[in-house]
């Protein structure tokens, strides 16, 4: 199993540039969720699905927009890249949460920058 | 949003030292939840703890669960440079929207040979 994977592992954007995310796993999870990690901060939550067709918003979801048409992938779209979005983003997939508590693996991470 | 705090935020000691991090908070979880995460990777899950009281061992590392579900605590004996990393805890709310997890702003161990 290659786990949880994310494309690109670096990228440089534009303010004003779109741009789309890839995460994927081949665990059969239903649970996914999209991370973004800033200094000092933690781990701060801006999207999640809890299986194929259904998504929700965290924490943070303003600028981003997910969709989830199969179980293994979870993209995660910046509409218009702005400095504010510099961070290192992590997806995540979980088994069911259906026994309450949620373990995640997490992928290798994307680290965005935007000029 | 749950107030969730860890403790100390940066830790530096030498090899072969013991240590002891915390996360605390003032809600009570349904479970909780330890990783670890190394420069330039993701975060890796180290422990579920689940019930109140509960602790688990995992060769040098002790975690605990309160009591009153409400804060954790992990110790690392006889710390290696092996274990230099940010730490951080994610309680999960059985309550709040789909068990989802809240992380701490983790503590950032290093280990000197």
């Known amino acids: 199993n290659a786990g949880v994977t994310q494309t690109p592992k670096f990228q440089v954007l534009k303010t004003g540039q779109s741009m789309t995310l890839q995460c994927a796993q081949d665990m059969n999870h239903e649970y996914m969720s999209w991370y973004r990690q800033d200094p000092g901060m933690g781990l701060r939550l801006i999207h999640y699905?809890?299986?194929?067709?259904?998504?929700d918003q965290g924490e943070v979801p303003n600028g981003y927009n997910v969709s989830r048409s199969t179980t293994e992938d979870f993209p995660l779209r910046l509409l218009s890249a702005a400095p504010s979005q510099t961070s290192v983003y992590f997806c995540a997939s979980s088994y069911s949460i259906q026994r309450g508590y949620n373990e995640q693996f997490f992928g290798p991470g994307t680290r965005l920058t935007v000029l | 949003t749950q107030l969730l705090e860890q403790s100390p935020q940066f830790l530096s000691i030498q090899e072969g030292e013991n240590l002891t991090v915390y996360c605390n908070s003032s809600?009570?979880?349904?479970?909780l939840q330890w990783y670890r995460q190394e420069p330039g990777e993701g975060p890796v899950l180290l422990v579920t703890v689940v019930t109140g009281g509960e602790v688990k061992k995992l060769k040098r590392l002790t975690f605990q669960f309160g009591d009153a579900r409400k804060d954790s605590s992990l110790h690392i004996t006889a710390a290696q440079p092996g274990d230099t990393g940010l730490y951080l805890c994610a309680p999960s709310d059985r309550g709040s929207t789909l068990g989802r997890l809240y992380f701490g702003r983790g503590t950032q161990l290093t280990v000197w040979p």
């Open positions: 699905s809890v299986g194929a067709g259904i998504t």
């Open positions: 809600s009570v979880f349904s479970s």
